[in-house]
Structure formats: C-alpha cells, structure tokens
Nanobody
Framework: QVQLVESGGRLVQAGGSLRLSCAEA?????????MGWFRQAPGKEREFVAT???????IYADSVKGRFTISRDNIKNTVYLQMNSLKPEDTAVYYC????????????WGQGTQVTVSS
C-alpha cells in the first residue's frame, strides 16, 4: 500500500514561491508509479495541476504552465512541486497522487496540504 504525505503548504504573498513535497511513507518505491499533483479550492471541484510519469515526462495544466515545475527523486521516494509567481487563484488544498504505470486511475492519495496566496 502506497502512503503519501504532503508538506510545504503555507500562507504566501502573491508573486512568491513555494515548494511542496510528497513523500512515500510506507517504504515502497515510487519508481514504477506516475505521480500527480491536484488541487481543490473551496466550493470547487478537484482539478489536475501536473503529473510526472515513471519515465520522467511531465504534463501541466494550462493555468500553471510556465510557473510550476514537477520533479521526482526516486532515491528519496519524493515528488516535488515548485510553484513560482503564485497568484491568489492558486489558493487551494494540494493533493499528491500515485498510479501504477499503465493504469488510468490514480489509486493512492495523500491527505493534502493547504496553500494560501494573499493579494
């Protein structure tokens, strides 16, 4: 069972930067998993932010392209989301997720970390 723990969320001013981390906590390797970041703002549906495949290719939502960067460290079993030029509309709970390569659905989710961007 993959267990994901996010960290790094906090209050930040617009234009600032944050780096979120997602660590696998059960000791399993994430090497064969695609990893994703999603977010959910109050009153809105959860939305896709970015994903990085097991082979290190990445895809971003249009709303964050050019500002956010997803990366992974398979030695540390950790995935990162570097967020620059933050906007108030980036305020949300950010969730990390994992899916075994070849699967369509994300099977494992973290508990989320709150990011608040003040104007």
């Amino acid at each position: 069972q993959v267990q994901l723990v996010e960290s790094g969320g906090r209050l930040v001013q617009a234009g600032g930067s944050l780096r979120l981390s997602c660590a696998e906590a059960s000791g399993r390797s994430i090497r064969t998993y695609d990893m994703g970041w999603f977010r959910q703002a109050p009153g809105k549906e959860r939305e896709f932010v970015a994903t990085i495949s097991w082979s290190d290719s990445s895809i971003y939502a249009d709303s964050v392209k050019g500002r956010f960067t997803i990366s992974r460290d398979n030695i540390k079993n950790t995935v990162y989301l570097q967020m620059n030029s933050l906007k108030p509309e980036d305020t949300a709970v950010y969730y990390c997720a994992a899916r075994l390569r070849g699967n369509a659905k994300y099977d494992y989710w973290g508990q989320g970390t709150q990011v608040t961007v003040s104007s």
